[in-house]
Each structure stands twice: as structure tokens, then as C-alpha cells.
């Protein structure tokens, strides 16, 4: 964070495509942390705006509609509508949840269009695009598929592989194919508008590399990764009818690029709410375009470079707008050990787990920040869930305040006691706790969400040690000699601080003055506590602080009041205690575990079936191939690289061979491949990657669950000899 102050704060979070529900790999990397932000921010009652709203253009969502032969229009009113109300039951606390196809935002972005080409800014560019003659239409790249040209995926899109992972385009794809005739496309002109990234490209590295040293490693480096690079200039209109109209002549059948206009819907967005509610948030212009504002976006790791390099073109291009000064993005989650995917239905659903799991928007909040990918990927597993939520939630949090909240009713009938004479043991529980305000209030500063909220219980963790150290109960039933049994309440009616005095014990309390006068300072550091817990928790755990406000009787509290001993006064009537959080039995998890596999199982009757045989080809051309046996002397993983494995192969010449495979994925210990007798094609073109010259292509076969496996003789075939 910049040390310039601020007088308000924009905070934006990712549109959600609107082509499917929010997972919980979305709300850990986005949607939990913002909201956590922005809730810290108003409880020290500075300005803030939350900005949400769902992306609805672009080519998946054609796709579904087509798929369900309904329109593009109706997917976006189905999952815009499930996305919101989800948030809305999950406490996402936006100011405005708004949408991309909304008339103002159309008009918006075609505004900001129009400027940028009135200007200059923006170049004409004439290229050759697949184009279906059938369908007589452009072919955007999810519009394309055909067979990956690393992997050879026969199924991989004409912007990536899923298989392998490479990006790709259109054009490098073997044997394209149209998604909406099935025909082969062809090559065709085409007039599109790009934004020259390059230009900006000094600019840029000034900006960031230099300006902003404080932002996240992974967004800094991944940033660094691309400015290091020669930028391109970048397409912002694309050959679509669904989407916003190019508003330029001789435009017609090009939409703006989702990547253009789904940023500037924060932007459509704020003004929608401004000019809704004027009084309350005054110009949109002051949330963005103001100097004295700060601007935060919440993303997932993989939307960096559009935030931190082609949106701040885009502002820095149209020259009125203010530039983000922090974008704390986070990396993916998996759930049980393996990457969530919308395609595959490996994914815990927000709309679903609050089916589920009624009232429990709270542990999940709390299990995704504790296991918040800041720096790195992390797992969610349903037996994690639990433990946190019955060890920590339950047996931390949850007993602690129910503890403190019963003994008061007990011995004093829920009326707050005063507080007397400090003893050793009670000061070093003060001095614990008193500065939990400095560190939460750092560690937020700085974006650190998991080590804020593990701050936040350790206060629980403190008062639990004290209370079990004191043991008020016990000083409660001592005996002294002459006195009667003790009643386990204050006397009736004993509601005000007269009665509650230190050096006045309730009526009948066993142990004299003394004896009740310590219970009372032990409960009263007790209360302070949980009210402070109550603070603490409130951006992370809005429905339980809620909740223990209400048994404390707190209407309302602010962020300065975290680490004071005294916002409870003496005499203060509590509310009715409850259980702050419930256990979570082993059925319940088994039956998200269970659901899980009956993901999994469909996933592989879906798959379990071969992949149609390719055109068949002479037998002239099968002999051009020269696929031999090599003896695996060595396999390693490569540096730097998380899918190629470098085989050093013995091809019976009398001299080693490198072959690089992108298969380390499937093979955790690649010394089990030592010593095998594998197929690898001799006579392909050496190829680097990675610095490393690669001679030739592994053979493996693709099982119906996509792994891959090494294709192996079942004889010590000589190392060299030729397969026919």
C-alpha cells in the first residue's frame, strides 16, 4: 500500500461469468477476501464503495445458448439472479450487484469506445481470421476446436488446451473444426481495432515494476513476466452478434471484446448506484477519477494481466481515470486434491452448500480464509471443514463465549459484574489482548486475511487459557465455614451496578465478599473479551458477531473499540446466551464426500468411451513416421517447469538422446521410468523449450480418465529397433 492518504476507497471484485454458479474456488479468491476488506474498512467508518456485478458477454455464453437452443439473453437472466441471490445469502455485502447488459452500461462502454477511437487512440488492423462458410460467420477462438499441436488433445479449444495447458490460437490447431457446422474453416479477412499495448509498454514498466514494488510476489512477477516481453497491440473488437455494438461505421456484425467491456462495468456500475441514490454516494466521477480515491480489485490469478496492464491501459488511455493502487490477487484453490473444474462438476457450489449447510455461511467463510491461496495454491477438503469448524469454531471460539455468557447468568443472571482488584494472572491476560487492534488492523492493511483471522481467534485461545486457569466455578462453590450452600445466581432483581459491587457478594455466596468479588473481576475480563471477539470477527464472521451482539446487548460498535477492556459497563444487561456455532457429524461430511464421487464416477462413464477413429491415412504415410524403441537411462523433472519431464534415452546409435514430455503431471517419482523400454517418434524436428533441446516425442496413451501413461514394450526389445 502507498503511504499517500486517502479520503475514500473503491473496491472492486471480479464479474462472475454468468454461464454458471459461484464456486468456492471463486469466493476464496475473490469474493470472501473483498468483502472481509470492506467490512474492515466501514467498522472504521471510512468511505468505501463495493463494486459487484456479473460479465455477460462473450463466447461461452453463446455456446450454452446454443447448446440448450435458447438465447444468450435468457442464460445471463438465469445465472445472474443465482449468482446474486447466492452472495446476498452469503453476506457478500456489495453496494451495487448490478449487470453488463444493462442499458447504461452499454452506453457506457460504446462512450469510452468512441473516445479512445476519436482520439487516435485505438489501430485498425486487417487480419485473416478462421471463418465458416457454412455458418457464415468469424470464429471466435472458443468457436474453434481441433487437436493441440503439443499434446495432441484432439479436443482442445482454439484458445488453450485443457489437456496440456498451453495457450494457443486458432490457427495452430491440426485439423480445425467449426463448433457450430462441424465444417473446416477457412482463412478470411477481417477489420478489427486494437489497443497498442506496446506504446504503453514503458509507461507500464514505470508504473509497476518501479511504482508499485509492494504489490503481491505473484502479481508483481506475473506482471514482470509480461513486461519483460514484447507487448502486442490487442484486439478490443471481435466478429460476434452477441455483445455490445462496435459504435463505429462499418462496424457492423463486431461486438466490443469481453475483456473491454466487462472492467468498465465497475465503472457503469457506480454511476447506476450514484445516479440511483445521489444524496447517499454523491458523482460517480469522485469514485473514480478522483486523485484523493484509492482503488482495490479483488481478483483470481488468472484475470492479472487484464487488471494490471490492459484495463490501466484502457484508464491511462481515456486519460480521466484514477489507476489501481493495489491488486491483491490471490492464487486457485482445489478441492480434494484436485483442480476444480466447472466443465467437470468438480466444484462445491455456493447455491448448493447453502442448501446443504443452512446457517453455516459463517464456516465456510471461515475454513476458506484459513485456507486462503495468497501466495501459493491450497487445498479445501470436506474433512478439513469439519476439524476446523468442530475444533476451532466450536471448541475455541464457540466454548469460550458460551463459557463466559452461562457463568454470568448463573451466578449473576446475565448482568455484567464490576470489575475489582487485578491480580497477576488477570493483568498478563490484559496485556495479551490489548494490542489485538494494532496487529488485525496491520495484517488487513496488508491484505493477509488468514493471519488477520487467526489473530482474531487467538484472542478466544486467550481467554480460554484464562478462564481455565482461574476457574471461577471453583471459587464460586468454596466453602467457608459458617456459610450456608450457595445459590449457583445472584440474588433476584440483582440487575444494576449497586448490586454488583465487588466488595458486596450476592446473597448466600459460599466464600464470602472476597470470593465473589474475584468471580466478578474473572467474568467481567471474561465479557471484555468476547465483546472484543465479537469486534474482531465481524469482517470475517458477519452472522455470528451479529449473533453475539445480540446476546451481548450491543446494538453497535465500532473498529476503536477493539482491545478496550471496558465497553461492557458494569451493570449492562446481557441478552439470552446461545451456541455460537454446532458441531458438524461425520454424515454430514460423508454425504458431501459422497456427492463428490458421484461427480467423479460420472465423469468417467462420460469418458469411458474411444475417442472416434481418425481419417484413415495410406500406408505411405504411416512408414514416413519413425517410431523406435529407446532404453530410459535417466528422467527428471525439469527446473522451473511443472509439466515437462527430460528423458535421456539410449536409441541404440551410441548416443544419448533428450526428449522433453509434458507428462511429469502423471509420474510423482519419474525414476520409475528408468530402466524402461519405451516408444518414442525418432524423426520429428528438434524442438526447445525451456532452453533445452528436445529430439523427438514420447508415446503415451490416454486413458479415459486423461491420465497418461508411458507406451512400453513387454519384451527387452533392443533400444533402437524400429516399431512396423
Known sequence: MTNKQFKRTTVTSALPYANGGVHIGHLAGVYVPADIYVRYLRLKKEDVLFIGGSDEHGVPITLLARKEGVT??????????????????????????????????????????????????????TTTQLYDEEAHQFLADRYVVGECPHCHNERAYGDQCEKCGRDLSPTELINPKSTISGSTPVMKETKNWYLPLNEYQPWLKQWILEGHKEWRPNVYGQCKSWLDMDLQPRAMTRDLDWGIPVPVEGADGKVLYVWFDAPIGYVSNTKELCEKEPEKWGSWQQWWQDDETRLVHFIGKDNIVFHCIIFPTMMKAHGDYILPDNVPANEFLNLEND???????????????????????????????ANAPETKDNNFT??????????????????????????????????????????????????????????????????KFRDAQKEAMNLARIGNRYIT???????????????????????????????????????????????????????????????NLAIAFEPFLPFSSKKLREMLNLPEFDWNQLGDTEILKPGHQLGEPQLLFEKIEDDVIQKQLDKLEATKKANMAKAFKAAP???NVDFDTFEKLDIRVGLVKACEKVKKSKKLLQF?????????RTILSGIAAFYDDPQVLVGRRILFVANFPPRKMMGIESQGMILSAVDFDESLSVVTTTKDVKPGSQVG
Request: net charge negative.
Open 72 to 125: 444468450p439473453q435468457d442464460i445471463v437472466d438465469r445465472y445472474h439472479k443465482l449468482i446474486k441471490d447466492s452472495f446476498e445469502e452469503f453476506g457478500i455485502s456489495f453496494d451495487i450487484y448490478s449487470r453488463t447488459t444493462s442499458k447504461i452500461h452499454h452506453e457506457f462502454a460504446a462512450e469510452w469506445f468512441r473516445k479512445l477511437y476519436d482520439e487516435g487512440k485505438l489501430v485498425e488492423q
Open 648 to 656: 535421456t534415452i539410449d536409441d541404440g546409435t551410441g548416443q544419448d
Open 339 to 369: 483442480k476444480i473444474s466447472t466443465s467437470r462438476n468438480w466444484a462445491v457450489w455456493l447455491h448448493e452448500y447453502l442448501v446443504d449447510m443452512p446457517g453455516k455461511q459463517d464456516v465456510l467463510r471461515y475454513v476458506l480464509t
Open 382 to 447: 470436506w474433512r478439513d471443514f469439519q476439524e476446523r469448524n468442530n475444533s476451532e469454531l466450536v471448541a475455541i471460539y464457540g466454548n469460550f463465549v458460551n463459557r463466559a455468557l452461562q457463568l454470568t447468568k448463573k451466578y449473576w443472571n446475565g448482568v455484567v459484574p464490576e470489575c475489582g482488584e487485578l491480580q497477576e494472572i488477570d493483568r498478563q491476560a490484559i496485556e495479551e489482548f490489548k494490542d489485538v487492534k494494532q496487529k488485525v488492523e496491520q495484517l488487513l492493511d496488508q491484505f
Open 613 to 615: 477413429v481418425k481419417e
Open 469 to 531: 486457569e482461574c476457574e471461577p466455578w471453583k471459587l464460586w462453590k468454596a466453602k467457608a465455614p459458617e456459610a450456608p450452600e450457595a445459590p449457583h445466581s445472584a440474588p433476584e432483581g440483582a440487575t444494576n451496578a449497586s448490586a454488583l459491587k465487588s466488595n458486596e457478594a450476592p446473597s448466600g455466596a459460599v466464600g464470602g465478599a472476597s470470593g465473589a468479588a474475584r468471580v466478578a473481576t474473572i467474568l467481567n475480563i471474561c465479557l471484555q473479551l468476547t465483546a
